[in-house]
Every structure is written in C-alpha cells, then in structure tokens.
C-alpha cells in the first residue's frame, strides 16, 4: 500500500511538473507565433497611420531629415494666452529626482503645474543623490536667466522664496510637504494642492518625478511642455560650446551616427534579460535585480520574444549592417559602463572599426573627471541631438532616448532608427540557431516598417515627451483649423499684453498711493 500510494504521489509530481513544461512551452510557442504573424503582417502594413513609409532603405537619404509632411514644429499659443497675473495664489517647490533626462520631464511638468495654480514657480530643485551623485543643480547645468526670460509669458519663476514683513518683523514663507501621486490629473492641482497652497502660502512637492498626467486634453498646455522642452530648458554655454566642438571634430570628415547603447547592468537586469551571459555574471544581475526591483518571475526567453530585452552591441551592428552602412561609418557612442565589457562589444567593433565617445574626441579634464555625472550626460544629449542619425537600442523606459526621439522630432524630424525589437526577435533567435539564409532581408524587411524620425501618431505606450505632434507642430496649409499655424507676430503679441499688464499694474499702484495720501 505504501509503495503503491508512493508511486501514485510520483506520478501526480511527474504530471504537474510536465504540466508546467507543457504550460512555459505553450506560452513560448504563443508568443513566438504572434511575434512571427507581427512580423509578416508588418510587410504590408505602414504602422504610422496618415503617413507612408518608404519602400526601400536609402541608407543616402537617411543622412538627410525625414520627410515632414508639411509640417513644422511650433509651441506658441494658438488662443487667447493671458500673462501671468502680478497676484499669485502662492509659491511652488519641486524636487526633481532622476538621472538628468527624467529631471528635464519634470522641470516642465513644474512649470505647468504653476500656470494651471497661477503659483509662482520656484527654481526646481535637481536631486543630488538618488542617481548621479552630483550636486552641479540647476544653476550648475541650465542658463537660468535665459530659463526665466524665456518663460515670462507663461509663470513667474524666482530662484527662491522671499521673506515677507508682518508686524515689523521678517518672516519666512514655509512649505508644506505634498506627496502627488503619480501622473496626478489637473484636477489635483486645481483642488487638493491648491487650497494647501493658498492656506499655507507655499507647497513643495517632493518627489516630483511622473507626478502631472502626460495626456491632457487641452493643447496649449501641451504646447507649453514644448516651450519649456525645447526653448527655455538651455544647458549652459560652455556646455553647449563643448558639445559644439565633439559635434565639428566628428564632422570634420562628413555624418556622423549617434548611437545610445542601453547595454548597462541596471537595465539589462530591470528588463530580466540573463540567458546571454556566464553563471557569474547571471548571479549579479540576479542581485542587482532582487535589491532594486520589484519581484517577479522572468522568462528571459519569452521577454525577448515580446521584444523587451536590449539589442545586444553585436545585434546593432548586425541591423546597420544589413539596413546598408559600411565600415567607414563613424559612430559616436552614449553610453554608460557595458555589462560584459569587451566580450560584447569586440563583434560591434569589428563591424563598425569607428567608434567614439564623449572622451575619447574630447581629452579635457572637465568631461574627464565628469563624464558620468549630469555634465557627461548633457554632452551626449547634445551630440546626440545634433548627430545626422540616432539610434536608441533600447527606448522602452529610457528617458534619455525618449526625450532626444522627441527633441530632434521637434527639432525638424531629423532621421532616427528605431529597431523593432519585437519584429526582429524571431530573425535574431533563428540566426542563434544557424538559420542565417535570408537574414539580411528580413532585419530589413523589419526595419521598414519603422518611422525613421517624420510625424506620426502618438499610440500608447509612446510618451509626449517621445512625440509631441501634432500639439506642438502646425502646417502653414492646414485643412483642419487646429492644425493651422499661428500668425508670425505672436510673441509680439504675448509681449505686447505682458507690457500692458504691467503699465496697468504701476496705474494700480500710483492710484492706491494717492488714495491713501489723500486720506
């Protein structure tokens, strides 16, 4: 009896373990036929709706910024934009937590937030210590009086919070610590934030990282991002002189490509992807994941079949090389310390023999002591943004290249390659497993489906900050009224109606004076 129940508790165990087998098989076996169907389908279809991809790539063409349309990046107001009132209901603190990029999103975040209060904006504060460990600030990295100026239309910014006199005694305005949750509505800020504000005098909201909702249905909010994005938010002029001269010494021998190789451990092991590398370096991925991640159970296997894994520094090769480049192509490379080192990226080298980065065109003691703090940072978001072509290997939560796909859209669709990491996922396992006929025509058939920088619809997951069109774009021919672009004097306009706001208020002040004189 016993041996008999023994043997039937064997056979249970052996069935829910082939059960399991058969289930991660399943789940695999799923996911690789709509990976493949994705793929085939992708042949005929543009996936940019409104707009039509090319019918073969021109790696020529490429070199030169992608087909607008029609279009034209513009953030100016389209309707009736009053200046900030003299009277604010109170003073605005942020804290703005993140590598440099994440930070940019929430600056302009800020700043909406403070015309949606009619708060006056304090200087934001940039967090020293929860990723780059770098104590530069804003007034360390941004043109802080160009940042102010450039906003005169839209908040009143100062750089910290003034004393007040009350009963012959001087006073500070303290504020109150609010907790926004994240991607908080407008709502939130026009009740809860509000009334605390105009109680206290002053809130500081801390962390301010994804606290204001992306998707807002009120253009000329969303236009306002844009001036802060890519008008107001100006590194500081010997960055932007450094970043100038990287940019003229690589072209001093024609393009250049700029390429954000998302090959570091704290993405590789965020994404769950570990089955390309030795038992050792498995362990610390699992690590580093366990201790800064949430749990949860990956299959390596199937993330890189849904297309969640980072393209290996060989992959990318791989993909150029098929989409056309040759070896004379310069590269210049953003990228932090590669998980693997120089394992992963000998294949990539081979391909493409010229490779650069921040340091290795620029020697100067300042990017050398700094290259992986916020200032190496903003030197690679330059470059990159004035490079000829970029190409982010990896922009799912990436706000670096998120924010660069969206800042060289805005700054005329300049070309970028974005990888279908999911489409290409089966043409890269089957190459794994020595099926390499064909190869080359399918990365490519692959790659023309992407956008390669023109306007497009924004489609969930993609951000704002990603795609800002069509809010921050216009067509001098526009058929839809919206889309129309505004008339060339506008910021005359603006400036004309903040002059007349300020005459009216030193008539205001000139007729309380007399008044009281008077009594």
């Not at 029609?70 to 309707?79: E, I, N, T």
């Not at 210590?129 to 100026?149: A, L, Q």
């Amino acid at each position: 009896m016993r041996r008999h129940h023994l043997h039937n508790r064997s056979l249970k165990q052996g069935a829910g373990a082939l059960r399991g087998s058969v289930a991660k098989l399943s789940i695999a076996v799923l996911v690789l036929l709509i990976c493949t169907l994705s793929f085939l389908f992708s042949t005929t279809l543009t996936g940019n709706k409104g707009f039509t991809g090319p019918a073969e790539i021109n790696v020529e063409q490429l070199w030169e910024s992608a087909d607008s349309g029609g279009w034209r990046p513009s953030s100016a107001p389209r309707s009736h934009w009053p200046p900030p009132p003299k009277e604010s209901n109170g003073y605005l603190r942020v804290r703005c937590n993140g590598g440099l990029n994440q930070q940019r999103s929430a600056i302009c975040n800020a700043v909406l937030a403070a015309r949606i209060m009619n708060a006056t904006l304090v200087l934001p504060e940039l967090d020293a210590n929860s990723f780059w460990h770098d104590d530069s600030g804003f007034h360390g990295i941004y043109d802080v009086e160009h940042f102010i100026h450039s906003l005169r239309y839209d908040v009143r910014i100062v750089e910290s919070i003034p004393e007040i006199r009350k009963n012959g005694k001087t006073k500070k305005i303290k504020a109150v610590q609010m907790r926004p949750g994240r991607d908080a509505g407008v709502d939130w800020y026009t009740t809860e934030a509000l009334a605390t504000m105009k109680q206290h005098g002053a809130i500081y909201l801390t962390p301010f990282s994804h606290r204001l909702a992306e998707e807002i249905d009120n253009p000329e909010y969303q236009r306002l991002r844009c001036r802060v994005n890519y008008h107001a938010l100006r590194f500081k002029p010997h960055i932007m002189k450094l970043s100038e001269l990287i940019v003229e010494k690589l072209r001093t021998e024609g393009h250049f490509m700029a390429i954000h190789l998302r090959f570091e451990m704290d993405m590789l092991a965020f994404a769950g992807c570990v089955d390309i590398f030795n038992p050792k370096e498995r362990a610390i991925l699992q690590k580093y994941r366990k201790e800064n991640f949430a749990e949860k159970e990956l299959d390596p296997e199937v993330r890189r079949l849904m297309g969640k894994c980072p393209l290996t520094p060989e992959e990318v090769g791989l993909i150029l090389r098929a989409m056309g480049f040759d070896n004379s192509t310069r590269i210049f490379l953003a990228a932090g310390e590669l998980f693997g080192g120089e394992r992963f990226m000998k294949p990539f080298r081979a391909l493409f023999p010229r490779l650069e980065n921040h340091s290795s065109v620029d020697s100067s003691e300042e990017l050398s002591t700094k290259s992986q703090g916020l200032l190496g940072s903003a030197v690679d978001y330059m470059v990159c943004l004035l490079a000829d072509i970029f190409m982010p290997t990896y922009d799912g939560p990436s706000n670096f290249a998120n924010n660069l796909l969206g800042h060289r859209l805005y700054y005329g669709f300049r070309t970028t390659i974005r990888p279908d990491r999911k489409a290409l996922a089966p043409v890269f396992i089957a190459r794994a497993k020595g099926k390499k006929a064909g190869f080359e025509e399918s990365v490519r058939r692959a790659m023309l489906n992407t956008n390669f920088g023109g306007p497009h619809e924004r489609v969930r997951p993609e951000s704002f900050y990603t795609n800002s069109w069509p809010e921050c774009f216009c067509q001098t021919e526009a058929k839809n009224p919206a889309h129309k672009c505004p008339p060339d004097n506008v910021l005359q306009v603006l400036h004309n109606q903040l002059e007349s706001q300020m005459t009216s208020d030193l008539e205001s002040q000139r007729g309380n004076r007399t008044s009281s004189m008077e009594r």
